[in-house]
């Protein structure tokens, strides 16, 4: 009864500022831009690839190219819906009438989970359509062994980038303090520390690494990789439900 | 019915709110009154469970906050007129609180025309001023029609038209037997609307007593008399015989008695009968503002201090006389007496003696020499109280009769 008078609220809320559409959009237009250059792109490289690039091609994993820039603005998006409140000040007025903190943000987050989940998903497979269209001769197809997992597992991965970040945006309020921590650790930190050799252990275990796993559908030649698919994207969720737990617990010890 | 019992809030040293205790009962409008950072607002967050109270417990209706069944339909509040995000309308904003506490969307349009905001109802609320800011907070606290409304500061930026509605519309819920706690730090707004006065400091309780009571206790009735300035002895003559007739006189600022318990007609007798000329005899009443002036005098947080303009004043043209100060004007620390039947302040001692009578009050425009405010020495501030009148204000004692007194009252 609370909680659906609370997901009502909140849906008024999510469609009744701009911003919402401005983030939203642009994680759609970014993601399903940047993939279509990226596969064309590599459409016109394939001829110069080594035999071994040759063999570890993936048409699918390239047309998500755009996600690595696509998913800061699911970022945005997501710390927006949960600091709006307490850069406004709205925060005192919505738990003066819900005073069970716990229904009112997780109704909160699942009214944004489930927008970020549709614009997720629609841009997974536009992205995916679009990138193979320009892929030619190289593309996949949605029937290939593995591929309708990983267009699935891309809404997937942008849905659970968001709400990690709400998670995140609770426990620190701020919405300056949580974009100033989240985008670039996802935009730099993490890809860096997957990248180096002495790092890359503990790297691929940060939630976008192990996430984006789930849009693989061809392994590398030497990946050791010890998680499949589904066990990476289990370790982003894991990620997230911590972000949650400690958003939930700051939000009903500390004062509004 | 709000009830406080040995409300505490402490945060790291400070404490915000201190012991307190109150009741708030239905059907009457209750002031809630204190200056800036008296701990206000905390005890109206700690009403509406938002801050835990670090000891004591504050209910409504015998629930606290948070254990209250369908809170939001049984309070309602206005906390912050800014709490409000910029980018939704005003309707969209109320739609959302509404729906929040299962409000049907109807009673969002009813509110909007209450406080008046039907015509900019699909208007960003950033582009509203702060009144309009204040009504739709005000519009917010009335949706579910509650039986508890909060208030906190609810004038703050409205213009006289609004004030008076915002006074209409809490007698009026008040009227309908509803419980209205409105906070403010205007005692002269809250002598107007409120019945019932619960004044804090520095998070302690001050006076928790009925308007009526608050005006009996406090404003004190009082006749003003000026004996020629020229002869102090006949000044000092009255003074005997107004305290002989029972009459309690205190010496002003500037010379002039400040005589309570007697009546202006027996006064007139008395310097009559002593053969002392009168310059002036005439009733005033301290207003409730000094009453509660001097009843939080000693707990202002945020005082602020003479500005000493060090390297910014302008030397004055040659010839030009500095503007005079009017004494009794801009003295800090100097406020009505207390009512004499308690024959002592009935709540926070003044804070030593009113300014010594030996100092001339040094104006902030009319330092010695420019550049060169005099270090220690006492100096009223200009912006604390009201801005010093003219100095051709034609009850003002000429500047040479000031020094002239200043030994006088010695």
Same mark, same amino acid.
């Given at each position: 009864m609370a909680a659906t008078?609370?997901?009502r609220s909140e849906w008024t809320k999510i469609r009744s500022v701009a911003s919402t559409v401005w983030t939203l959009s642009l994680a759609v237009v970014v993601t399903i831009a940047l993939g279509v250059l990226i596969s064309l792109l590599s459409k016109h490289e394939f001829d110069n690839l080594g035999a071994e690039d040759k063999l570890s091609f993936d048409p699918t994993f390239i047309s998500f190219a755009g996600m690595t820039l696509g998913q800061l603005a699911m970022i945005v998006f997501g710390v927006l819906v949960v600091s709006n409140e307490y850069s406004t000040g709205m925060i005192r007025t919505s738990l003066a009438a819900v005073p069970q903190r716990g229904t009112f943000l997780f109704s909160k987050i699942a009214v944004a989970t489930g927008l970020a989940f549709v614009v997720g998903l629609a841009t997974s497979f536009v992205t995916f359509f679009l990138g193979q269209a320009m892929l030619g001769e190289h593309r996949a197809e949605l029937g290939d062994p593995g591929v309708l997992r990983a267009v699935f597992g891309g809404g997937l991965y942008m849905t659970l980038i968001a709400?990690? /970040?709400?998670?995140?945006?609770?426990?620190?309020? /701020?919405?300056?303090?949580?974009?100033?921590?989240?985008?670039?650790?996802?935009?730099?930190?993490?890809?860096?520390?997957?990248?180096?050799?002495?790092?890359?252990?503990?790297?691929?275990?940060?939630?976008?690494?192990?996430? /984006?796993?789930?849009?693989?559908?061809?392994?590398?030649?030497?990946?050791?990789?010890?998680?499949g698919p589904w066990g990476g994207l289990g370790i982003m969720a894991l990620w997230t439900v911590a972000a949650l737990a400690g958003g939930y617990l700051l939000l009903k010890k500390r004062d509004a | 019915?709000?009830?406080?019992?040995? $409300?505490?809030? *402490?945060?790291?040293?400070?404490?915000?709110?201190?012991? !307190?205790?109150?009741?708030? #009962?239905?059907?009457?409008?209750?002031?809630? $009154? =204190?200056?800036?950072?008296?701990?206000?607002?905390?005890? @109206? %967050?700690?009403?509406?469970? !938002?801050?835990?109270?670090?000891? =004591?417990?504050?209910?409504?209706?015998?629930?606290?906050? %948070?254990? &209250?069944?369908?809170?939001? #339909?049984?309070?309602?509040? &206005? $906390?912050?007129?800014?709490?409000?995000?910029?980018? #939704?309308?005003?309707r969209s904003h109320l739609l959302s609180l509404a729906q929040l506490s299962g409000i049907p969307a109807r009673r969002v349009d009813e509110v909007l025309g209450v406080v008046g905001l039907q015509d900019v109802a699909k208007k960003r609320s950033k582009g509203f001023s702060l009144g309009m800011g204040q009504r739709l907070g005000i519009a917010a606290a009335l949706l579910g029609d509650p039986q508890v409304l909060l208030f906190d500061e609810p004038v703050n930026g409205l213009d006289p038209e609004g004030i008076l509605w915002v006074r209409n519309l809490m007698k009026a819920l008040a009227a309908e037997g509803r419980t209205v706690f409105v906070s403010s730090h205007l005692m002269s707004e809250m002598a107007l609307t409120a019945d019932h006065l619960i004044v804090i400091g520095r998070g302690q309780l001050l006076s928790d007593m009925s308007v009526k009571d608050f005006i009996s206790a406090n404003s004190a009735d009082f006749a003003r008399v000026r004996t020629p300035d020229t002869e102090p002895q006949q000044r000092e003559k009255l003074t005997a015989s107004l305290t002989e007739a029972g009459g309690q006189v205190l010496p002003e600022q500037d010379g002039a008695l400040r005589v309570t318990g007697l009546p202006l007609p027996r006064i007139s007798d008395l310097a009559h009968d002593s053969d002392v000329r009168l310059w002036e005899l005439s009733p005033h009443q301290?207003? $409730?503002?000094?009453?509660? @002036? #001097?009843?939080?005098?000693?707990?202002?947080?945020? *005082?602020?201090?003479?500005?000493?303009?060090?390297? &910014?004043?302008q030397p004055l043209p040659p010839g030009a006389q500095p503007p005079m100060p009017v004494p009794g004007q801009g003295q800090a620390g100097w406020y009505a007496p207390p009512a004499p039947q308690h024959g002592g302040p009935p709540y926070a001692p003044p804070q030593g003696q009113p300014m010594p009578q030996g100092q001339p009050p040094a104006g902030p425009y009319g330092a010695p020499a420019p550049g060169a405010p005099a270090p220690g020495q006492p100096q009223p501030n200009p912006y604390a109280q009201a801005a010093p009148q003219a100095p051709a204000q034609p009850s003002a004692a000429p500047a040479a009769d000031l020094t002239k007194k200043s030994e006088d009252a010695r």
């Open positions: 008078q609370v997901v709400v990690f /970040s709400m998670g995140v945006a609770a426990m620190l309020r /701020s919405p300056m303090l949580s974009l100033g921590i989240l985008m670039p650790f996802f935009f730099l930190i993490s890809n860096i520390l997957g990248n180096v050799g002495a790092t890359e252990k503990i790297g691929r275990y940060l939630p976008d690494q192990a996430g /984006s796993k789930i849009m693989q559908v061809v392994t590398p030649v030497d990946d050791d990789t010890p998680y | 019915m709000i009830e406080a019992v040995g $409300l505490t809030k *402490r945060y790291g040293a400070k404490t915000a709110v201190y012991n !307190l205790s109150f009741q708030v #009962r239905p059907g009457a409008v209750t002031g809630f $009154l =204190g200056p800036n950072g008296s701990g206000k607002s905390t005890t @109206m %967050r700690m009403i509406l469970g !938002l801050d835990n109270p670090s000891s =004591g417990q504050v209910t409504i209706g015998g629930y606290p906050y %948070r254990k &209250l069944p369908n809170a939001a #339909r049984q309070v309602g509040a &206005l $906390l912050d007129a800014k709490a409000v995000h910029g980018g #939704r309308h005003a301290a207003s $409730l503002e000094e009453a509660y @002036m #001097r009843m939080t005098q000693g707990a202002v947080d945020y *005082r602020s201090t003479i500005d000493p303009k060090a390297g &910014l004043q």
